[in-house]
């Protein structure tokens, strides 16, 4: 069902959700949060945009001009009444499309930073059944893949541009490896923990395009104290 709500803490912000689709997620107030900004930011590009959390909080963060790229077109549709509920259509703008036709759109070095919370899972025929189709394809590499996301990336960021992602833990090295492939040098890493004596589950990483070797590993990232209730470091991202 189609609703309105508040944007965690973020006032007065409201987001169009469908719960039957799914809600934007924990990471999606994590990295907009963990990506650099700086003043000298004037165009960010959000893929796999849903309904444009990410853009939400980054619009409380900075003025740069924010683009959301979304596949599917029902969850586009959310988008664009997100942002003209919050009035932000002079900053968010929205392209409905497959993330490997950009470059229709731009001929290349457009943005200072790009933010993406990815498909985590690979496409196989056990991850399509008893699934909702737009969480199959928010979860699962159907309709794009963590080599196209980084591509497409490097193609449209400037040279020292920022790349921000959150991943699966268990896919760190394969994309490392991708990025390195592709001209986006590691800078930053964060691992997050569901809670303190767990393994990671996820990972926050920057990357700089054409960026100097070096790489800093942040403090760990616990979400939830022992009784299940988050931390205070979360209760802050969420502005709770």
């Not at 833990?169 to 800078?187: A, D, G, M, Q, S």
Request: charged share 25%; glycine share 4%; aromatic share 12%.
């Amino acid at each position: 069902m189609e609703k309105i709500n508040d944007l965690a803490g973020y006032y007065p912000l409201k987001i169009y959700q469908n719960d039957d689709w799914f809600k934007f997620s924990l990471e999606s107030v994590l990295l907009p949060n963990f990506v650099t900004i700086n003043l000298r930011c004037k165009n960010i590009l959000d893929l796999c945009t849903g309904n444009i959390p990410i853009p939400l909080i980054l619009s409380t963060k900075t003025k740069a001009k924010i683009v959301g790229v979304e596949y599917q077109k029902d969850v586009y549709n959310l988008a664009v009444k997100t942002v003209k509920i919050n009035h932000l259509e002079n900053q968010i703008s929205l392209i409905n499309d497959d993330l490997k036709k950009l470059k229709n759109y731009y001929s290349g070095d457009n943005f200072d930073v790009i933010t993406v919370n990815p498909p985590y899972f690979f496409n196989t025929e056990k991850s399509k059944k008893n699934f909702d189709e737009h969480k199959i394809i928010a979860r699962h590499e159907i309709m794009t893949n963590l080599e196209d996301i980084i591509k497409i990336s490097c193609f449209l960021l400037k040279n020292g541009g920022y790349f921000a992602m959150v991943h699966r833990t268990e896919r760190f090295f394969e994309v490392i490896k991708t990025l390195e492939n592709n001209h986006l040098t590691p800078k930053r890493i964060q691992f997050i923990y569901p809670k303190e004596n767990m393994a990671s589950n996820l990972f926050m990483i920057e990357a700089v395009k054409d960026g100097h070797v070096g790489v800093k590993f942040e403090s760990p990232l616990y979400i939830h104290n022992v009784d299940g209730t988050y931390r205070d470091e979360i209760k802050k991202i969420y502005k709770l």
